[in-house]
C-alpha cells in the first residue's frame, strides 16, 4: 500500500466524524485531526479502532496519542503495515 | 502511573476535605436549599443509594447523566447525609469536573479542592486526559468513590447523548479489577436542556441502579464496549423516567 492511498482510506474513516466541514475540503498531511476538522476528542478511539479493523493493526495506547494529524495517522499505519525484513 | 508526589497530593486532599467535609456538605446543602432546591422523598432515594451500594468498601464508579454544572452536588445530597460521609469517607465521591468550569474564579478553586475534584481539561491532549484517569484509577484502587459523567460533559440535546459517549468510565473499570459500577440518572423536573444551574425551586428526580459491566475484550475495544453499557443503562434509566412523566 502505498502513502496515497493509506492517506485516502485515513480521509474516508475519519470523514463521518469531522464537524468542521468546510476545513475537510482543503486537507492535507500537516491538518490536524482535533483542532482543525474538529473531530471530537472522544471519538478518535472509534478512528483509531476503525483503522485497526481496516488495515489489520494493532495501535497501543501510546502510539494512538500520538496520532495528531492526518499525517501521524498515516505515517502510523505506514510502519505497522510494513513487511517485516 | 503516578509519581509518589502526586499520590501523596491526593492523600493530602483526601486528608484535608475530610477534615472539611461537615462545614463543606452542610454548607453546600444550605446554599442549595436557599435556590430552592429540593429532592422529594430524600429519604426513600437515599435508602436506594444504600441498598444498591450495600454495607461493602468500594471501589465504586458511580456514572451519572450530565446536564447542569451542579449535577455532582446534587448526586452527593441525593446519597447521604453529611455526617454519613465523614463516618463513610470513602463515600465522599471524587469528581473529574472540567477545568475551565471549576477554575473561573479563587473560591471555585478552593471549592473544587476540599470538594475532591480533580480538574479534568476536556478535549484537551490525550496524555493529559490520560493523565487525570490515572490519578482516578489510582484513587479507585484504594476503594473510594469517583463520579464520572460518561457523556463527556453536559448534554447539548438535553437527553443522555449516546453519540458523545467518552470512554474513560470502561478504561476505569479495566485498569481497576473489581471496581462496582452505580449508574445514577438525575434530573430537575422542569429541565428541558442543559444548562449552567437548574432553576430556583426545582425538584430533583434521582434514580440509582447496580451495573454488572462485563466485557471479554481488551484494551480500547474493551473501554469502549464497557463504556457503551453503562450509557445504555443511563438511556434505560431515562426512557423510564420520560414513562412516567409522560404518563
Same mark, same amino acid.
Given at each position: ?85 | ?6 499520590? !501523596? ?9 475530610? =477534615?472539611? *467535609? ?14 430552592? $432546591?429540593? !429532592? %422529594?422523598?430524600?429519604?426513600?432515594? /437515599?435508602?436506594? #443509594?444504600? @441498598?444498591?451500594?450495600? %454495607?461493602? %468498601? =468500594?471501589?465504586?464508579? +458511580?456514572? &451519572?447523566?450530565?446536564?447542569?454544572? +451542579?449535577?455532582?452536588?446534587? !448526586? ?20 473529574? %469536573? ?15 479542592? *476540599? ?16 493523565? @487525570? ?14 463520579? *464520572?459523567?460518561?457523556? =463527556? ?12 459517549? @467518552? $470512554? ?17 440518572? &438525575? ?9 449552567? $444551574?437548574? /432553576?430556583?425551586?426545582?425538584? #430533583? #428526580?434521582?434514580? &440509582? ?8 475484550? @481488551? =484494551? ?9 453499557? *453503562? ?9 423510564? $423516567? #420520560? ?5
Amino acid at each position: 500500500m502505498d502513502n496515497t492511498t493509506a492517506f485516502g482510506k485515513v480521509i474516508d474513516i475519519i470523514k463521518p466524524f469531522v464537524k468542521n466541514t468546510a476545513a475537510f475540503g482543503t486537507v492535507g498531511h500537516e491538518t490536524r485531526i482535533i483542532e482543525d476538522l474538529g473531530v471530537n476528542s472522544a471519538r478518535l478511539v472509534d478512528i483509531i479502532l476503525a483503522f485497526e479493523d481496516e488495515f489489520g493493526i494493532q495501535v497501543d495506547d501510546e502510539a494512538a496519542d500520538r496520532v495528531r494529524t492526518l499525517g501521524d495517522a498515516v505515517q502510523m499505519i505506514m510502519q505497522k503495515t510494513a513487511p517485516a525484513h | 502511573m503516578l509519581s509518589r508526589s502526586e499520590r !501523596i497530593a491526593l492523600r493530602v486532599q483526601e486528608g484535608v476535605s475530610h =477534615g472539611l *467535609i461537615l462545614l463543606t456538605y452542610y454548607s453546600l446543602e444550605a446554599w442549595l436549599r436557599s435556590r430552592g $432546591y429540593r !429532592i %422529594p422523598d430524600l429519604r426513600r432515594v /437515599r435508602r436506594e #443509594f444504600e @441498598t444498591e451500594m450495600g %454495607p461493602g %468498601p =468500594g471501589p465504586w464508579l +458511580i456514572c &451519572a447523566n450530565h446536564l447542569t454544572l +451542579i449535577d455532582s452536588l446534587v !448526586i452527593q445530597w441525593a446519597m447521604a447525609p453529611g455526617w454519613r460521609l465523614f463516618l463513610r469517607r470513602d463515600r465522599f465521591a471524587w469528581n473529574l %469536573p472540567d477545568r475551565h468550569n471549576i477554575s473561573r474564579t479563587w473560591w471555585l478553586r478552593v471549592l473544587g479542592y *476540599i470538594g475532591k475534584c480533580v480538574p479534568v481539561l476536556r478535549q484537551g491532549p490525550p496524555e493529559e486526559v490520560r493523565r @487525570t484517569l490515572e490519578k482516578a484509577a489510582f484513587l479507585l484502587s484504594g476503594a473510594q468513590t469517583v463520579m *464520572i459523567f460518561p457523556e =463527556g460533559g453536559r448534554s447539548r440535546v438535553g437527553r443522555v447523548d449516546r453519540d458523545q459517549v @467518552t $470512554y474513560g468510565a470502561g478504561r476505569l473499570l479495566l485498569d481497576v479489577p473489581g471496581t462496582q459500577v452505580l449508574c445514577v440518572y &438525575a434530573r430537575g423536573v422542569g429541565q428541558k436542556d442543559y444548562g449552567d $444551574y437548574p /432553576r430556583r425551586g426545582e425538584r #430533583f #428526580f434521582i434514580r &440509582a441502579a447496580r451495573l454488572e459491566a462485563q466485557t471479554a475484550m @481488551t =484494551g480500547m475495544r474493551g473501554a469502549r464496549d464497557l463504556a457503551t453499557q *453503562i450509557v445504555a443503562k443511563l438511556s434505560e434509566m431515562e426512557a423510564e $423516567y #420520560f414513562e412516567v412523566v409522560d404518563r
